[in-house]
């Protein structure tokens, strides 16, 4: 079956418009089932990310949990429309924490969040199962998950069971291992080809509404990030809402030679990029730039 949709897939993106040609238009309207409430979404999103971690690659994004509540409402005023929450940092050779510290760190968050933002959908980035059910029970309406349900053989059925979008993630190796050499015969093949395998994994654990990441970063070298952005338009063969997270990467600052505090500018033009491409949801440290980026490319797209 995995080798007659991959023969497919191949067909169809072989028929694909070249990058750009007359512009590729975003992923166009989708539904996302939260807990029972079903929301409408008819263009791409921004989500804020919010670390709770000492040790985030880019230091701007690091609060405090008494500072999370007032960070989340400035995303939200700024037209976020969820934010990203994190406990744990998974950047190359991050240190892996379990998951009742990991919970320490979200819930009190979360709860300040919920109760100061009742509007805003919140995400929860986390691997565990467990801390999965807990955020969710404290108020959490998505659940972000880098490994894609490998890290936690209970992940998936618990997300089925909690009822929320889940954002399923392409990683080679882990946080720990991911860039020590990562190889590819074809990236984007490859991720397609996980994708699938997953999705469909995904399909019989009982999950409805799945987002998928081709994970920018994780497991991919320079020229892999930009292989899978100049060909973003390729994944709409498994019809989700793609989610991109650039946001001051080192594909970005490290081939500017900057740091990530100086990576804005260069991560609104790779964003620009990805959403003539086909992005739904931008994941992102500076959500006021993403916004206007996303205005603009829709004025460009309503305006041939």
């Known amino acids: ?107 009190p968050a979360l709860e300040a969040i919920v109760a ?3 509007n805003l959908l919140v995400s929860v980035d986390t691997y565990h199962a467990d801390v999965a059910r807990q955020a969710v029970a404290a108020g959490a309406g998505m659940i972000n998950d880098i ?40 990236v984007v093949t490859e991720v397609t080809d996980f994708f699938i395998e997953r999705l469909e994994a995904c399909r019989q654990a009982g999950i409805h509404d799945v987002l998928i990441d081709p994970g920018f970063g994780f497991g991919k070298t320079q020229a892999h990030n930009y292989t899978l952005l100049r060909r973003l338009h390729e994944f709409s063969i498994l019809k989700r809402p793609l989610v991109i997270g650039l946001s001051r990467k080192r594909m970005i600052y490290g081939l500017l030679g900057k740091g990530p505090e100086d990576a804005l500018n260069g991560t609104t033009a790779l964003h620009t990029i990805a959403l003539l491409h086909g992005a739904s949801v931008l994941r992102v440290h500076d959500v006021a730039a993403a916004v206007e980026c996303v205005a603009l490319l829709q004025a460009l797209q309503e305006n041939p």
């Open 1 to 107: 079956v995995l080798l007659i949709r991959y023969l497919a897939s191949c067909l169809f993106i072989c028929c694909l418009p070249a990058p750009l040609a007359g512009g590729v238009k975003n992923s166009g309207m989708y539904t996302l089932n939260i807990k029972g409430k079903l929301r409408m979404v008819d263009k791409p999103l921004v989500m804020g990310i919010l670390n709770l971690t000492p040790d985030s690659f880019y230091e701007g994004s690091r609060f405090i949990p008494d500072k999370a509540a007032e960070a989340a409402l400035n995303m939200e005023a700024a037209g976020a429309a969820f934010v990203d929450i994190g406990g744990q940092s998974t950047r190359p050779g991050s240190v892996r924490i379990a998951a009742n510290e990991e919970a320490d760190r979200v819930l």
């Open 116 to 118: 100061e933002a009742p």
């Open 147 to 186: 490994s894609a349900g490998h890290m936690d053989m209970h992940m998936l059925k618990t997300v089925a069971g909690l009822h929320v979008p889940y954002i399923c993630m392409h990683m080679q190796g882990s946080p720990q291992t991911m860039q020590h050499q990562p190889q590819y015969n074809d």
